[in-house]
């Protein structure tokens, strides 16, 4: 049974940084493309970031691009993001996955299977 299971959200100000963190369990993790993705309510959940299988390339929606950074530890079956000059616009619900479609910026996409999404974490941006 796969179990994704995300942590590191909470409130910040204005260009300060939280680092997320994302545990995967009942996969092999090494083996997978892993993302990060937000929604907002009564808007679609959007990529942020992803990272091919064996450390490969690395995407970011051009939102974040430079601000935020992707990484994952296969040893610890654990995927991040560190989120550095934060704004309120990043305000959303993040979620991580596996599966995930990982083939350029605006080609972040996520599995269509729920068991290989995260509960999500809240991340506020206060101004």
């Known amino acids: 049974q796969v179990q994704m299971v995300e942590s590191g959200g909470g409130l910040v100000q204005a260009g300060g940084s939280l680092r997320l963190a994302c545990t995967a369990a009942?996969?092999?993790?090494?083996?997978?493309?892993m993302g990060w993705f937000r929604q907002v309510p009564g808007k679609e959940r959007a990529g942020v970031a992803c990272m091919q299988w064996g450390g490969g390339s690395t995407y970011y929606a051009y939102s974040v691009k430079d601000r935020f950074t992707i990484s994952r530890d296969n040893a610890k079956h654990t995927l991040y993001l560190q989120m550095n000059s934060l704004k309120p616009d990043d305000t959303a619900m993040y979620y991580c996955?596996?599966?995930?479609?990982?083939?350029?910026?605006?080609?972040?996409?996520?599995?269509?299977?729920?068991?290989?999404w995260g509960q999500g974490t809240q991340v506020t941006v206060s101004s």
């Open positions: 996955a596996a599966g995930v479609a990982c083939g350029g910026p605006s080609n972040i996409r996520g599995p269509p299977d729920r068991n290989y």
């Open positions: 009942g996969l092999t993790f090494d083996a997978v493309n």
